[in-house]
């Protein structure tokens, strides 16, 4: 029996299964090479990446971080680590209420998850200015947070950081606490300036009156007359000078005010005009208004500024004119919105201004230089003064001018217009019995000069005078009169700063009476240029109130008027009140500052006459 044998097997047979295994093997390292290769090429430029947003984070100066929708800490900078005084690694994973190092610096850790809590439940960003205790300094940052949504919208992290405002918040103390300096410097300045003018004022008072009184006297020399009147002359101007002073420092100090109300400026030209007339007649220079009907008969502006701006141009003009004429030429604009542009223009034929002194001629104590005249007189703070006058007004001024032909200078405004004016209270009828010359006045000043100057005003006008040298001394004499006085007192002039007792407390106590005594008027008398010191005189109970230097003129209208109002005061009415009263100007021949006018609007007085 032949056996069945397997057929042999081959080389090829056994290795053909084996070579394609291997190949199939190889295949698949070499895929699983090539895809290694790829996921580490991934994971190196992952860590590449990675590296840069930590040193890009790393790299901002101010400390940020980020939190997840629970509050703990998934990754911050190392500036945040500095900060907090912890690592990374100690902070991750942890909210805030958990780090003893966060507490430390923040302080209430409550309020700080509070926050968290609100920007993931609102969406919105939040800025708080906090206050940190970092490394034992007190610092002031800025607290940002902002939400970091995740899929569908929802906040699922929040970023946040501290914004350093130390220095910020150190320079902002600086700057209030050299603002504050700045303020009582000027403050200082204020009231030095204010003490100067009541301590020249005082003794100029007692100059000028006596002058003035000597110059009424009859049978006067002309030579002497001469004389005397430019030694009143001069008092009078040191006195603008001062006032002018006071106008700039206060516009320095960005405390002027402008009072806008309805007035006529045609009106206010006229006026002004004659108050410069008789200074201009003297030269023979014609003083020569031009009013464009398009002029609105009314607007709304300061007619004290108004006034004080062309005073000043038309006092120049007079100054430096020889000859030809001064003309005021006021034109309105077309009316737009209830506004009309108005120009004042005051030209003049004389000696001219060079190029060269016009620009400076705006600044304080500056004049134009002209060798072939002698000095003018005058401070060179009348320009200067007019600018900012036209600036606190809103308006321009400019100035044209070739020497020997002349000057021009343009103020343009733009007003709203207004109906007409108020009519002005009208002044009392003069023929008066009292007022005539019958009242009997009592003068109280501790300052001997200036208590007999007012005793011996009084007398040139008419009045029989008593005096007294304090408040006290005043309230004794009107309550126990001298022997063989029968007729009691009219009228009181009272200085308002004096020593035992001053004219404020004397005026209070005497309107604190029951009697007839409360009812007597009573004019302070001051040397204060400060409008809050003769509101303080009236609040005290004094009728009205004179500033020193007080010409015959002021005094003798002032007599008139509250001698009057107080014969009809009625009894239960012991304290006067701020009725409108009308107090003329002394009058001055250098044009200057409306100080007068100025306390007179303060004190809701209206004043007669524009103070040359």
Known sequence: MLSILPPPVTWLAVCLPLLLAFALLGARICVLRRRLARSQ??????????????????????????????QRLITCNRRYEELVGASLVSLRGRPPDTSEQLADVVGDIAELSEDYRDVIASGRPLSKARCLHIQGAKRHVLNWVAPLPGPGDAVTALAGGWVDLTERHDMLAQLAEAKARAEAASRAKSSFL?????????????????LELTLKRPGLPPEDHRMLATAHDSALALLALIDDILDLSKMEAGKLRVCAVPTSLPALVDEVL????????????????????????????????????LGNLVSNAIRFTDHGEVRVHLRGGPVHAGKQEVELTVSDTGIGIASADQARLFQPFEQAHD??????????????????????????????????????????LRLPTASAPAAPVPTAPRP????????????????????????????????????AADGREALARLTTPAPGQ?????????????????????????????????????????????????????????????VKPVGLEALGEAVRTYARAGRHRPASMPVPLPWPARVADAPSPAPGSDRWCEICQAMNVQCDRFRQ
């Open 371 to 412: 060798r072939s005249r002698p000095q003018s007189g005058g401070t060179g703070l009348g320009l200067a003064i007019c600018r900012r006058l036209v600036a606190a007004m809103g308006g321009r001024i400019r100035l044209e001018s070739e020497p020997g032909a002349g000057t021009r200078v343009q103020v343009t």
């Open 194 to 210: 204010a003490s100067i003018s009541h301590d020249i004022r005082t003794p100029m008072n007692a100059v000028a009156g006596m």
């Open 274 to 309: 004659q108050m410069l007339g008789p200074v201009a007649a003297r030269k023979h220079l014609p003083l020569v208004p031009v009013i464009d009907a398009g002029t609105a008969p009314a607007h709304k502006a300061d007619p004290l500024r108004f006034k004080q701006i």
């Open 432 to 467: 008066c019995a009292v007022a005539a010359g019958s009242l009997h006045v009592l003068v109280v000043d501790d300052h001997a000069p200036n208590r007999l100057l007012l005793k011996w005003q009084c007398e040139h006008l008419g009045h029989r005078v008593d005096t």
């Open 41 to 70: 090429a991934c994971t190196a430029r992952l860590k590449q990446r990675l590296a840069l947003h930590t040193a890009v984070l790393d790299s901002i100066p101010q400390p940020i971080y980020v939190r997840d929708a629970e």
């Open 486 to 546: 029968d007729d009691p007192f009219d009228l009181i002039i009272c200085d308002c700063a004096m020593p035992v007792m001053d004219g404020l407390a004397f005026a209070r106590t005497l309107r604190e009476r029951n009697d007839a005594l409360a009812r007597v008027p009573v004019i302070g008398c001051t040397a204060s240029a400060v409008p809050e010191d003769h509101h303080a005189a009236r609040q005290a109970g004094m009728d009205g109130v004179l």
